[in-house]
T-cell receptor
Framework: GAVVSQHPSWVICKSGTSVKIECRSL??????MFWYRQFPKQSLMLMAT?????????EQGVEKDKFLINHASLTLSTLTVTSAHPEDSSFYIC????????????FGPGTRLTVL | GDSVTQMEGPVTLSEEACLTI???????????LFWYVQYPGEGLQLLLK?????DKGSNKGFEATYRKETTSFHLEKGSVQVSDSAVYFC???????????FGTGTRLTIIP
């Protein structure tokens, strides 16, 4: 199946700093990418949907100025957590949909962010 | 809004035991239903899906039937293996299936 990678797999940062997480589709072109957030023992919560070359669509309650999403190419999307705080500590997961397919999302392995 | 309620884990079974992981949903319209599996260190993978009522999805010995009358999509396997140890997520898809709503996940451990 299609492969999605995320980098880094885990990151620890100080409060107030910004962190960038990369999501890459390795063997397909992802016209649409999704970013999810997962808290311990809770479900994945969709944060935003991004289409290549356009602005991301954020879910209700997600601060777009805090979680900056860029989908500059068909194989790369980035999530930047700006001015991170301890409450932003979480597991962030991305997924992508191949062009022409609307029912199969390919997921990355996730990035664990810990803000001290 | 849409929601998925999934059996809480963790679930520990012996090899060759029967498995059922319960999943019920609330949704407007006619969603598609999915089971995803996440093996250690890997991303979520689609295990099976069903797109309309009474459809049965199946893969790798797992199956689930879309029951509209009970709004359920329970995952079943007749004889589990150690390699089935993973976290299983029930999900529903709406708006052309691009937006997925997930359950909390159930961690399954199979012991030899």
């Amino acid at each position: 199946g299609a492969v999605v990678s995320q980098h880094p797999s885990w990151v620890i940062c100080k409060s107030g700093t910004s962190v960038k997480i990369e999501c890459r589709s390795l063997d397909f072109q992802a016209t649409t990418m999704f970013w999810y957030r997962q808290f311990p023992k809770q479900s994945l919560m969709l944060m935003a949907t991004s289409n290549e070359g356009s602005k991301a669509t954020y879910e209700q309650g997600v601060e777009k100025d805090k979680f900056l999403i860029n989908h500059a190419s068909l194989t790369l999307s980035t999530l930047t957590v700006t001015s991170a705080h301890p409450e932003d500590s979480s597991f962030y997961i991305c997924s992508g949909i191949a062009g022409g397919s609307t029912d199969t999302q390919y997921f990355g392995p996730g990035t664990r962010l810990t803000v001290l | 809004g849409d929601s998925v309620t999934q059996m809480e884990g963790p679930v520990t079974l012996s090899e060759e035991a029967c498995l059922t992981i319960n999943c019920t949903y609330t949704a407007t319209g006619y969603p598609s239903l999915f089971w995803y599996v996440q093996y250690p260190g890997e991303g979520l993978q689609l295990l099976l899906k069903a797109t309309k009522a009474d459809d049965k999805g199946s893969n790798k010995g797992f199956e689930a039937t879309y029951r509209k009358e009970t709004t359920s999509f329970h995952l079943e396997k007749g004889s589990v293996q150690v390699s089935d140890s993973a976290v299983y997520f029930c999900a529903l898809g709406s708006f052309g299936n691009e937006k997925l709503t997930f359950g909390t996940g159930t961690r399954l451990t199979i012991i030899p």
